[in-house]
Structures are given as structure tokens and as C-alpha cells.
């Protein structure tokens, strides 16, 4: 089935009739579509209307019921994700390897919250958007190699496209398949994680089934979003088939169940939040998901227990700094994630504050504040991302570039 995709302004301009409410000519309209809302969201999602809510704040919530309600995967959101998810490094690159004391007593006791630039004026990323950008364009040769991919052909191109990206670490690339590769400025080294250069040099691919090492680190959930943003546009494709596809895209080099599982939770979040889910309900929505895709895993339930503590601590009352540490450091996936559910469900209206939080701490700030970015702007979408985290962002065009490519053109049904 040819899903229906709509334009953000056939959206909005459905919200503007119920925002209108005087209007006794579009009073019936009206009704039928909150009765439409009605009977297919809000058991679901316990979503209250007409509470008192300021205007902009109904017209928000509106906006992602609708989507949830129309099966919408809207333009703004896939552009959020990438971007968000690269801003989030961005800021987060600079303070990886700095302790939480050294972050608080350099930048004031709101942490890290603007880019510091390079010389060039930049604000870099590092190998997280790099590795995404591959992904991305991995699924995207996928659609273009076999016109209507299989889940394996996805994760072989992903394969090939991490190949790429390990060319462009260890001596350039030199094919000519116009490729991102071909880019010179992706054919820098900026901190590259030792699990993913070593899996990729071996020359073999790891998978579930035959798992390449023991490593449970968070080089594979840091790098998966676009997995989301290509299986949520495709109605041919489950939450719980996009979730197994990010565990096989992780699992390529990380053979930890740790390393894999909690790639499949993001990626059944993002999935979700992309098919307007709220936060809370994206999060519990793919704690059900990896439960029920690894029945009996020890590290599934360790990884549920996080998110659960996650989601408890962003309720709690408790600081930032003692939330997260408690979290964990970010450096092993199950932390990554936990971390990142943490700062976006307490701050997911502002996009600032959950990215400032999401990398000021000791542990691995940029893979934090990747996945919390995209997660984020998943969330809010592109235009509710402050442009101070859009200007001067490195690659910001061929982030825009793959986005386009994601949202446009890998719209296929089985
Ligand atoms: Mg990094």
C-alpha cells in the first residue's frame, strides 16, 4: 500500500479548522475530525484536549496527534533528526574526554551550552555524524541498488557504507561511485572509536548470529537513526522489524548483546516519535518492543530497567548532574541511551537545555548528545531547532542533502 504522505502545511491547515472556533461554517468539519482524533488516539495516548492548554501549546499537541493520527512522517521531523542528532555532537565533541568537575568550572553552572568553534568557525562533528551520514547514505543505495530492498539488502549496503567510512579513516578513499566518501571534509579522523575501526579493518562483517567481538560500546546505537527515519515512512515495515534491522546494523561491529539491544530501542524510538508518539509513550513503546524481539535476554531486561530508571529520574525530583551520573557515562550503549531518554523526556520542549544536558558530564559527551539530538529533533522537528545550533554547524549541506534524499525518495512499500 502507497502510504499518503502529507505536507506540512495540508497539517496545519487541518489544525487551523479546529483552531477555528467560531467559525460556524467549518463547524461540522471540526467535529468530525475531533471525533476522528478521538476514537483513534486518545485511548491510546491519554492525550487531553481543551484543558486549559495556551493556544501554541494546543496547537503543538495537535500537530503531533495529527500526525500520529494520519500515519504522517512530516519533512520537518526528518530534517530534526539528522540535524538535531549532529548538533548534539557538535556540542558534545569538545568535551568528550573532559571530567564533569573541569566541564562545570570552565563553562558555568549551566554546562555546556553553545558550540565552541574551530578555527574555521565551525562547530565540528565528530565520528558519530560521520558513521549516521554512511548509514544514511548506506539505505539510500539500497533503495537505489534493488529499487524495493529487502532487509538484508539494507543491512549489506549499510556494510558497504561503514567500509567507506573506514576507507576515509585510514588513508582516504579513492573510488569514484559518487559517494559522500568523496568528500574531503568527511575524510578526517575525529576520534574514531577503536571497536568500529577494528571490526571494519578485519574485513568481516559481524551479525547477531555470528557476533565479531564482545564489545558493548555505544559505536552502534550513536550512528543509527536514519534506520528510523527510512523504515517509519514505510508502511511495508513494523517498529519491531525496524528495531531488529538496527540491532543487525550495530551488530555489524559490536557483538555484545549490549552493544545491539539498546540500538533497537532507539531506533523503535525514533521510529515512533517520527509516527507522533509523545516521549514518554515513544520510550515505553520500544521497551515493549526489544522484550518481545529478545524474549529471554538478560541484556534486553537490563536494558529496559534503564530506560525505566531513565524515564523515572526525568519525573524525580533531582539534578541534572546527580541524574545522570546515576544513568551511568554514556561510553556503553545501554548508558548512551539511558542518558539520552533522560535529557529528552525532561527537557523535550527545549531543545537547548536537553542537548546542554545530554553532554555536560564526564563520560562520552558527543554520542550522548548525538542520540539526544536526534531523538529531539525527531520530536520538535527542524524549525523549532534554535538557529545558533544550525549556523556554522560543519556539513550542515550535506546533512540537509541526505535528509532530502531520506525523506523524498525512500518511500517504498513491500
Ligand atoms: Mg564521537
Same mark, same amino acid.
Given at each position: 500500500?502507497?502510504?499518503?504522505?502529507?505536507? $506540512?502545511?495540508?497539517?496545519?491547515?487541518?489544525?487551523?479548522?479546529?483552531?477555528?472556533?467560531?467559525?460556524? $461554517?467549518?463547524?461540522?468539519?471540526?467535529?468530525?475530525?475531533?471525533?476522528?482524533?478521538?476514537?483513534?488516539?486518545?485511548?491510546? $495516548?491519554?492525550?487531553?484536549?481543551?484543558?486549559?492548554?495556551?493556544?501554541?501549546?494546543?496547537?503543538?499537541?495537535?500537530?503531533?496527534? /495529527?500526525?500520529?493520527?494520519?500515519?504522517?512522517?512530516?519533512?520537518?521531523?526528518? /530534517?530534526?533528526?539528522?540535524?538535531?542528532?549532529?548538533? @548534539?555532537?557538535?556540542?558534545?565533541?569538545?568535551?568528550?574526554?573532559?571530567?564533569?568537575?573541569?566541564?562545570?568550572?570552565? =563553562?558555568?553552572?549551566?554546562?555546556?551550552?553553545?558550540?565552541?568553534?574551530?578555527?574555521?568557525?565551525?562547530?565540528?562533528?565528530?565520528?558519530?555524524?560521520?558513521?549516521?551520514?554512511?548509514?544514511?547514505?548506506?539505505?539510500? =543505495?539500497?533503495?537505489?541498488?534493488?529499487? &524495493?530492498?529487502?532487509? *538484508?539488502?539494507?543491512?549489506?549496503?549499510?556494510?558497504?557504507?561503514?567500509?567507506?567510512?573506514?576507507? #576515509? *579513516?585510514?588513508?582516504?578513499?579513492?573510488?569514484?561511485?559518487?559517494?559522500?566518501?568523496?568528500?574531503?571534509?568527511? &575524510?578526517?579522523?575525529?576520534?574514531? @572509536?577503536?571497536?568500529?575501526?577494528?571490526?571494519?579493518?578485519?574485513?568481516?562483517?559481524?551479525?547477531?548470529?555470528?557476533?565479531?567481538?564482545?564489545?558493548?560500546?555505544?559505536?552502534?546505537?550513536?550512528?543509527?537513526?536514519?534506520?528510523?527515519?527510512?523504515?517509519? *515512512?514505510?508502511?511495508?515495515?513494523?517498529?519491531?522489524?525496524?528495531?531488529?534491522?538496527?540491532?543487525?546494523?550495530?551488530?555489524?561491529?559490536?557483538?555484545?548483546?549490549?552493544?545491539?539491544?539498546?540500538?533497537?530501542?532507539?531506533?523503535?524510538?525514533?521510529?515512533?516519535?517520527?509516527?507522533?508518539?509523545?516521549?514518554?509513550?515513544?520510550?515505553?513503546?520500544?521497551?515493549?518492543?526489544?522484550?518481545?524481539?529478545?524474549?529471554?535476554?538478560?541484556?534486553?531486561? #537490563? #536494558?529496559?530497567?534503564?530506560?525505566?530508571?531513565?524515564?523515572?529520574?526525568?519525573?524525580?525530583?533531582?539534578?541534572?548532574?546527580?541524574?545522570?551520573?546515576?544513568?551511568?557515562?554514556?561510553?556503553?550503549?545501554?548508558? #548512551?541511551?539511558?542518558?539520552?531518554? =533522560?535529557?529528552?523526556?525532561?527537557?523535550?520542549?527545549?531543545?537547548?537545555?536537553?542537548?546542554?544536558?545530554?553532554?555536560?558530564?564526564?563520560?562520552?559527551?558527543?554520542?550522548?548528545?548525538?542520540?539526544?539530538?536526534?531523538?529531539?529533533?525527531?520530536?520538535?522537528?527542524?524549525?523549532?531547532?534554535?538557529?545558533?545550533?544550525?549556523?556554522?554547524?560543519?556539513?550542515?549541506?550535506?546533512?540537509?542533502?541526505?535528509?532530502?534524499?531520506? /525523506? =523524498?525518495?525512500?518511500?517504498?512499500?513491500?
Amino acid at each position: 500500500m502507497e502510504r499518503k504522505f502529507w505536507t $506540512d502545511d495540508e497539517i496545519r491547515s487541518l489544525i487551523d479548522v479546529v483552531f477555528r472556533e467560531s467559525d460556524d $461554517d467549518n463547524g461540522e468539519k471540526k467535529q468530525d475530525i475531533m471525533s476522528y482524533i478521538s476514537s483513534r488516539i486518545l485511548p491510546v $495516548d491519554n492525550v487531553k484536549f481543551n484543558v486549559g492548554n495556551a493556544p501554541e501549546e494546543r496547537r503543538k499537541l495537535y500537530f503531533h496527534v /495529527f500526525k500520529r493520527c494520519l500515519g504522517y512522517v512530516d519533512k520537518g521531523s526528518v /530534517f530534526g533528526c539528522l540535524i538535531g542528532g549532529a548538533a @548534539g555532537d557538535a556540542l558534545g565533541y569538545p568535551v568528550e574526554f573532559v571530567s564533569t568537575g573541569e566541564i562545570f568550572a570552565k =563553562y558555568g553552572k549551566d554546562g555546556v551550552a553553545s558550540y565552541r568553534l574551530s578555527s574555521g568557525e565551525k562547530a565540528l562533528i565528530s565520528d558519530d555524524t560521520q558513521m549516521t551520514l554512511f548509514t544514511a547514505e548506506g539505505l539510500w =543505495y539500497a533503495r537505489e541498488n534493488f529499487g &524495493n530492498p529487502s532487509l *538484508q539488502n539494507y543491512i549489506d549496503e549499510i556494510y558497504n557504507a561503514y567500509k567507506r567510512w573506514y576507507s #576515509t *579513516q585510514t588513508g582516504g578513499y579513492n573510488g569514484n561511485e559518487n559517494t559522500i566518501a568523496e568528500d574531503e571534509r568527511l &575524510n578526517v579522523r575525529r576520534a574514531p @572509536g577503536g571497536t568500529c575501526l577494528s571490526a571494519l579493518g578485519s574485513g568481516k562483517m559481524g551479525s547477531i548470529e555470528e557476533p565479531i567481538n564482545t564489545s558493548k560500546g555505544c559505536g552502534g546505537i550513536m550512528r543509527a537513526a536514519p534506520i528510523a527515519i527510512v523504515m517509519a *515512512q514505510n508502511d511495508g515495515y513494523s517498529m519491531e522489524e525496524a528495531a531488529y534491522l538496527g540491532a543487525q546494523s550495530a551488530a555489524i561491529t559490536h557483538g555484545n548483546q549490549l552493544g545491539y539491544i539498546p540500538t533497537a530501542a532507539f531506533v523503535a524510538i525514533i521510529y515512533s516519535l517520527l509516527r507522533g508518539n509523545t516521549p514518554v509513550g515513544a520510550v515505553l513503546a520500544a521497551k515493549d518492543v526489544i522484550l518481545k524481539i529478545f524474549p529471554d535476554s538478560k541484556a534486553a531486561m #537490563t #536494558t529496559a530497567e534503564l530506560m525505566d530508571k531513565a524515564l523515572y529520574c526525568a519525573k524525580a525530583d533531582i539534578s541534572d548532574i546527580d541524574a545522570v551520573s546515576s544513568l551511568g557515562e554514556g561510553w556503553v550503549a545501554e548508558e #548512551t541511551l539511558a542518558i539520552a531518554i =533522560y535529557s529528552f523526556v525532561k527537557y523535550s520542549g527545549d531543545f537547548k537545555k536537553a542537548l546542554s544536558v545530554a553532554v555536560s558530564h564526564g563520560g562520552d559527551s558527543d554520542s550522548t548528545g548525538a542520540v539526544t539530538g536526534n531523538m529531539i529533533g525527531a520530536y520538535v522537528g527542524i524549525n523549532a531547532i534554535p538557529d545558533e545550533f544550525k549556523k556554522n554547524l560543519e556539513l550542515y549541506d550535506v546533512l540537509e542533502n541526505m535528509s532530502e534524499k531520506l /525523506f =523524498y525518495d525512500v518511500k517504498l512499500s513491500r
